[in-house]
C-alpha cells in the first residue's frame, strides 16, 4: 500500500520530531499512554504509506548492503541506523516504544482486551533474540539473504497478501493480542542492539525515596523490566509502570539510576 508520491524521507522526519517530543513529555513528566496513542497511529499509518521509519528492515538493508532496499545511500542509512542506537543509549528505547510501526503496530494490537500470557520473569526472549540474530547476521552477510523478508516485515507493510511471508507477520501481529510485543523481543535484530545500549541508558526510568514499594510498577509492567535489579533493556517506555504508580513522583525518568 505504499503511496509512492510521498517521500520515504518523511518517515525520517516524523522519527526526528517524535522523538523530539517524546523526550520532552517523558522528561516533563507528562507521558502517559494517552498521550502515546497518536504518536502509536502515526507510526502504523507511515508504516504503511512510506513503509518508513521500519528501523529493523533499514538494518536488514545494511547486512545485504542493498541501497535500492534501503532507499537511501549505504553510507547515509549506517549513519542514521547508528544515530539511533546512539540516542537509545542517551534516552532509553523511545524508538521502539512509540516510533517504529512495527513496535507500534503490536502495541496498539496489545490492546486488544483478551487474556495476556506473561513472560515477564523470563530471560527467554532475550536469548531466542540473540540466537535470531546470528542467524540474521550469517544469511544476510553470507547468503545475501533476507530473514526479515522472509518473516514478511516489509509484505505485511505493503499490504502484499499473495505472498505467504504477509501471513507469517500478520500472524505474529495477531499473536501481540496475547503476547506483549513477540517481534520486538523474540526476533528484532535491531532491538538486539538497542537493548544493550539502552541498559546503560544515560536518561532511564528510576524510583525516587518516595517509592512506597508497593511493586504496582512491576505488575503493570508486560517485561519485567521495572523490576528494580533489571537493567532496562527490555524496557520499551510503554509507559505502564508510571500510569500505574499511585505516588506522584515515586518513578521518574531522568538522569542517573
Ligand atoms: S524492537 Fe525492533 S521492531 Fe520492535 S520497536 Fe524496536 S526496532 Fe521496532
Ligand atoms: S511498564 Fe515496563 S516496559 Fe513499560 S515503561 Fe515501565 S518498565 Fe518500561
Known sequence: MVVESIPPAVGSIYALLAFAALVWLWHSGRFTRRRAVPFLIISVLLGFLVFAPVFPYQLQGLVLRDAALLGAPL???LIGTLAFIVLAFVFGRIICGQICPAGAVQEVMHLVPVK???SAESRVPVAV???IFVVFLAAG???GISVLGLLGLADFFNLTVASVSFFVFLGIVLLSAV???PFCRYICPYGTLLAPAASRGVYRLRRTDACINCRKCERACPTGAASPDHR???CYLCGRCTDACPVEGALVYGRGR
Open 129 to 131: 533474540r540473540a540466537g
Open 232 to 234: 532496562l533493556g527490555e
Open 75 to 77: 553510507p547515509m542509512a
Open 179 to 181: 503476547v506483549y510485543r
Open 141 to 143: 552477510l553470507g547468503l
Open 116 to 118: 495476556k500470557y506473561s
